[in-house]
T-cell receptor, first 119, second 115 residues
Framework: AQKITQTQPGMFVQEKEAVTLDCTYD???????LFWYKQPSSGEMIFLIY??????QNATEGRYSLNFQKARKSANLVISASQLGDSAMYFC????????????????FGKGTLLTVNP | NAGVMQNPRHLVRRRGQEARLRCSPM?????VYWYRQLPEEGLKFMVY????????ESGMPKERFSAEFPKEGPSILRIQQVVRGDSAAYFC?????????????FGPGTRLTVT
């Protein structure tokens, strides 16, 4: 089974509108973390936002917020007031528990959503 | 504070040659992760290293691939006898030790093309 599922291969949004990118995850570990990364056409991976499984409140970072619904195992990214520069691939990722060595935080990524912001 | 450095940014190799990819983590970071991104795909974990130790290599192909993170110097991902299927972007990420070690900072990646 896929650990991270992003069901939207592509999304379009008008400039200045809000957009939600979906992410569902699968884990039996009670301790995990969820990440969103942005990959523009230049190729680098840019960290956007992090949510820990024990965090009580949804994470927010500027125009980015994470709609964390633990019971549904979803961690959707909300981008408010979209800008042309938001056009990029967006990846949801998860790290689970602790591996050997006490702190193995390897990430499992989804396949990504290509967001296009229209002027 | 310089970010994660990777070099070269682009590497072209003929089939059968060796590829060496280098990663210098952020200052103060002692954990290094390598990921591979095939075209149209998300990143896939390859290996996790701490200084002089391979902690988890469960994502590494069994043959031709090796990684090291020596006491001094950058982490190296080595691919011997490259084949066309090795063409991909290879990303290195580093994180600190301790409480905030879930944060991973990615380098710009090395784009490997095998001709």
């Amino acid at each position: 089974a896929q650990k991270i599922t992003q069901t939207q291969p592509g999304m379009f949004v008008q400039e200045k509108e809000a957009v939600t990118l979906d992410c569902t995850y699968d884990t039996s570990d009670p301790s995990y973390g969820l990440f969103w990364y942005k990959q523009p056409s230049s190729g680098e991976m840019i960290f956007l936002i992090y949510q820990g499984s024990y965090d009580q409140q949804n994470a927010t970072e500027g125009r980015y917020s994470l709609n964390f619904q633990k019971a549904r195992k979803s961690a959707n990214l909300v981008i408010s007031a979209s800008q042309l520069g938001d056009s990029a691939m967006y990846f949801c990722a998860m790290r689970e528990g602790r591996g050997s060595g006490g702190s193995n935080y390897k990430l499992t990524f989804g396949k990504g959503t290509l967001l296009t912001v229209n002027p | 504070n310089a970010g994660v450095m990777q070099n070269p940014r682009h590497l072209v190799r003929r089939r059968g040659q060796e590829a060496r990819l280098r990663c210098s983590p952020m200052k103060g970071h002692s954990h290094v992760y390598w990921y591979r991104q095939l075209p149209e795909e998300g990143l896939k974990f390859m290996v996790y290293l701490q200084k002089e130790n391979i902690i988890d290599e469960s994502g590494m192909p069994k043959e031709r691939f090796s990684a090291e993170f020596p006491k001094e110097g950058p982490s190296i991902l080595r691919i011997q006898q490259v084949v066309r299927g090795d063409s991909a972007a290879y990303f290195c990420a580093s994180s600190p030790w301790g409480r905030d070690s879930h944060e991973q900072y990615f380098g710009p990646g090395t784009r490997l093309t095998v001709t």
